[in-house]
Nanobody, 120 residues
Framework: QVQPVESGGGLVQAGGSLRLSCAAS????????RCWFRQAPGKEREFVAA????????SYTDSVKGRFTISRDNAQKTVYLQMNSLKSEDTAVYYC?????????????WGQGTQVTVSS
């Protein structure tokens, strides 16, 4: 198993934007779906978004639809999460992982994540 490395988090005001990155290694990067999850204080980790290996299919949890966009660069072995119109309820630690489509079952160990804090 290979742990991903998430980055790009920070403190932002409500309505602002952030772009998260997830760097992964492994020769089979382009053959695997990738997911973003998040965990808010005192809450369980929850699914946020997913992208199939080809990049042609994406899926989002309802609360982020229209605001977040997941994308991937297979040449760079990187997955991105563009987050716009951020809300205080988006505050969480964000994690990415290899996952199985369409159940979004996580396949690798979790990385350290990246903290996103949205101030109201």
């Amino acid at each position: 198993q290979v742990q991903p490395v998430e980055s790009g988090g920070g403190l932002v005001q409500a309505g602002g934007s952030l772009r998260l990155s997830c760097a992964a290694s492994g020769r089979a990067f382009s053959l695997n779906s990738r997911c973003w999850f998040r965990q808010a204080p005192g809450k369980e980790r929850e699914f946020v978004a997913a992208i199939r290996w080809s990049g042609g299919n994406t899926s989002y949890t309802d609360s982020v639809k229209g605001r977040f966009t997941i994308s991937r660069d297979n040449a760079q072995k990187t997955v991105y999460l563009q987050m716009n119109s951020l809300k205080s309820e988006d505050t969480a630690v964000y994690y990415c992982n290899r996952c199985r489509w369409p159940e979004f079952i996580v396949l690798d160990a979790w990385g350290q994540g990246t903290q996103v804090t949205v101030s109201s």
